[in-house]
């Protein structure tokens, strides 16, 4: 079966904590549904694929893309075709890898988290749980067109005390602070709301986590709805167990003082809004418009961004140069005033000796200072300008991930207090 016969991919939306692993495994037990591990790749690799339609385009009749008549939606869907039918593909060794990761390690086997039961489930479609996709919707709209959202939404508290004692793989905290916590969750709705507005409640869904915990068939009931696939009671399964928990100790309290009180508000006034509401956002086409125009935003910056790295570097270069002209300058001075202090050689130029001390204690000064600037290496001090550079652009290389949803909010052009 072809990827363009297969309704489209599913991803489950949202801020971390907030549900989007257990609805993943709660859709992927659908007979139709593929599960997925987080991807992580998608957006970016949408964002990458911008760039290159640019380049492709670059040169107007002359360019390849415009000749062969190819516009982004044909160039976005037809690498979206292929990621989906390579997805799908795999199907089968997804299952036996698992199963062999299984073997070594009995403790991961658990009926209620299946690939699929039986290989007559057709497995047509597939969900992706990755929850930094909520900055990058437009982008996955235009590689797979048909694609659905799912909205999941928690109470802000409930997730920045999951936030704050959560570990990820490698042992680092997801985040490091309450303010980061509030502000990840803040930049993650705040994006989601948006995209909900932007394309309306055919494309994107929200449920909220107290619906799926406790009422659960209902808000699962809802969803498969949404998604236009038949209700499967194996889809409550996984809501039997815990996964990925955080294991908030019992009587746990906030009490970061430097947190700012105005962001808390923020937050907990949205919290408010959406813990109330249960109705459709209106279809915004101001929305819609704003976010594709973010979108392009972010795509010229990245293509630029090779030509204004090489620009950095060439001026690196000059003030390296100029800088090891004044060591040699500085150097020279700082040996005159060692002789003369030594020697008294040039003392007639002075009407007393305390003035060579002071002119060595400068030129000492002067290396020490000089000393301290190489030390620190002015490569790297001019690589660190650019990245601000950059950060104030809205990107950032090798950030933290706190830092790269603070970012991403900004790109998107999220408000915050």
């Known amino acids: 079966m072809s990827a363009k016969q297969n309704k489209g991919p599913i991803f489950v939306v949202g801020c971390p904590r907030s549900g989007t692993s257990i609805l993943t495994w709660c859709l992927g037990q659908h007979a139709n549904i593929l599960p997925q591990e987080e991807s992580g790749w998608l957006g970016e690799f ?21 000749a062969l008549g190819v516009d982004d939606a044909a160039f976005f869907q037809a690498f979206g075709d292929c990621t989906n039918a390579m997805i799908l ?4 060794r997804q299952e036996c890898i698992s199963k062999d990761c299984s073997k070594r390690d009995p403790s991961q086997i658990h009926q209620a988290f299946n690939i699929s039961r039986s290989i007559e489930e057709p497995k047509s479609r597939w969900v992706d749980g990755t929850p930094e996709y909520s900055y990058y919707i437009t982008g996955l709209r235009k590689l797979f067109p048909d694609a659905k959202f799912v909205h999941i939404v928690r ?12 570990r990820m793989g490698n042992g680092r905290p997801l985040v490091k602070t309450e303010q980061q916590a509030y502000e990840y969750w803040l930049g993650t709705v705040q994006a989601c709301i948006r995209a909900e507005h932007a394309y309306g409640p055919q494309v994107v869904h929200r449920l909220r986590y107290e619906d799926l915990v406790k009422r659960s068939e209902w808000a699962i009931r809802g969803v498969l709805d949404f998604l ?4 499967m009671d194996t889809c409550l399964q996984p809501l039997a167990s815990r996964i990925n928990s955080s294991n908030v100790p019992a009587g746990f309290k906030r009490c970061d003082p430097q947190t700012d009180v105005a962001v808390i508000n923020h937050a907990l006034q949205l919290n408010e809004q959406l813990q109330q509401e249960n109705r459709s956002l209106p279809i915004s086409g101001s929305a819609l418009t704003q976010m594709n125009k973010d979108f392009s935003k972010r795509v010229a910056f990245m293509a630029e961004l090779d030509i204004e790295y090489a620009a950095g ?30 020697t008294l050689w040039l003392t007639t130029w002075f ?4 003035q060579i001390a002071l002119w060595l204690l400068t030129a000492s000064a002067s290396i020490g200072g000089y000393i301290v600037i190489r030390r620190a290496g002015l490569r790297n001090y001019g690589l660190r300008l650019l990245r601000q550079c950059h950060w104030r652009n ?17 790109d998107l052009g999220v408000k915050k207090m």
């Open 46 to 66: 949408a964002v990458s694929l911008g760039v290159q339609f640019k380049a492709g385009t670059l040169h107007g009749q002359r360019s390849q893309l415009i």
């Open 89 to 92: 593909g795999h199907r089968f």
């Open 155 to 166: 109470n802000v508290r409930c997730v920045v005390d999951s936030m704050l004692n959560f």
């Open 228 to 231: 236009n696939e038949p209700y």
């Open 313 to 342: 570097q060439h001026k690196v270069a000059a003030l390296t140069k100029r800088l090891n002209w004044c060591g040699v300058v500085l150097t020279a001075n700082f040996l005159m005033a060692s002789i003369c202090f030594c």
């Open 351 to 354: 009407t007393s000796l305390s």
């Open 394 to 410: 809205g990107y950032s290389h090798g950030p933290s991930q706190a830092q790269v949803n603070s970012v991403l909010t900004q």
